[in-house]
Structure formats: structure tokens, C-alpha cells
């Protein structure tokens, strides 16, 4: 990750924060299989959803909370 201040014009300041695809998607790949395992969906036993079917309906949310968490972390 690589931050950078872009602009800085007395009390206004712009930043710029890098992250690479990778890093994103480890951290999704993580989290989709952590609820893999305590998600229930109608059609599958618990525990048993498939990864692909819950980055169908959960990546973007899933996205919008790990770039959140990343915003926090710098």
C-alpha cells in the first residue's frame, strides 16, 4: 500500500492511497471463505455454499468493507 499526499493548500489536504489488486483480493478471497461457513442459504446445507455463488451475491459489499477497513488501517 503507498500513500501519497497529492495536494496540500493551507487547511485543504488530497491524498492518494495505492493499493494493489492482489492485496484486495487475498483479503476477499479470505473473507468469502470465512462466510462460506456461516452463511445458510435456501437450496445448499449449511456450511456448503460455494465461493463463486456468495462472490455473486456478497463481493460487492464484501469489497466496499475490506476498502473501509483498509481507509481505517492508514
Not at 1 to 14: C, F, P, S, Y
Not at 22 to 37: M, V, Y
Not at 42 to 56: D, E
Request: aromatic share 4%.
Amino acid at each position: 500500500m503507498q500513500v501519497t499526499e497529492t495536494k496540500a493548500e493551507g487547511l485543504k489536504r488530497e491524498i492518494e492511497i495505492v493499493v494493489p489488486a492482489s492485496d484486495l483480493e487475498a483479503r476477499l478471497q479470505t473473507r468469502l471463505f470465512e462466510a462460506k461457513d456461516k452463511v445458510q442459504l435456501k437450496g445448499f446445507r449449511p456450511g456448503k455454499v460455494p465461493v463463486a455463488h456468495l462472490r455473486k451475491m456478497y463481493g460487492k459489499s464484501l469489497m466496499a468493507e475490506i476498502v473501509n477497513e483498509i481507509l481505517n488501517e492508514t
